[in-house]
């Protein structure tokens, strides 16, 4: 895996209070987390860290476009991320021994280290920004972005389905009335 330097922040010298680092995201970032199901990224995080003697309150602002594809006609098209998550991170003396607890939102590191590696958070947050379902948004008019084409012959295949009966069920109707 490549090493993701530009995300170390050198904690040590900073003084306490709020701090604020900014970063673009692109599809080069994604490369060292493998093969993704969207491209195009160009994500603005900001990251607000507010440092605390012991801990630091993390918060992610996530904004930017990517290009997915449709999961109603398969076309791609361009969605909007826009989110903000928020992070603690505690200074301990056995951080190994901390991490194993179940809280997500928290994250325990050794009173001896100087640098916090932000990568891993911005790529979890970027991939919970996005939705499950991935639809084409609507126009201005109402209408669906979606390939009319393709809208038509979901359209059809659902009229075909609706009039066809299952001769499963048919029988199993019989159990109804008894």
Not at 82 to 95: A, E, Q
Not at 144 to 149: V, Y
Request: hydrophobic share 35%.
């Amino acid at each position: 895996m490549k090493a993701l330097r530009q995300f170390d922040i050198a904690f040590v010298g900073l003084k306490p209070g709020e701090h604020t680092f900014e970063y673009q995201i692109t599809d080069s970032f994604f490369e060292n987390y493998g093969p993704q199901d969207f491209s195009n990224c160009n994500a603005n995080v900001k990251l607000v860290m507010d440092k605390k003697n012991t801990f630091f309150m993390l918060k992610f602002e996530i904004g930017g476009t990517m290009t997915v594809n449709c999961d109603r006609c398969g076309q791609p098209f361009e969605l909007q991320l826009w989110d903000d998550f928020h992070h603690v991170v505690k200074m301990v003396d056995n951080p190994h021994e901390m991490n194993e607890e179940d809280d997500t939102d928290v994250s325990f590191i050794s009173l001896t280290e100087s640098h916090l590696n932000v990568a891993d958070w911005i790529y979890e947050f970027i991939n919970l920004s996005i939705p499950m379902q991935r639809i084409h948004p609507e126009d201005s008019t109402g209408k669906s972005g979606c390939d009319p084409k393709i809208l038509e012959m979901l359209d059809q295949m659902n009229r075909q389905a609706n009039e066809k009966e299952n001769p499963i069920w048919k029988d199993l109707d019989k159990f109804r009335d008894n």
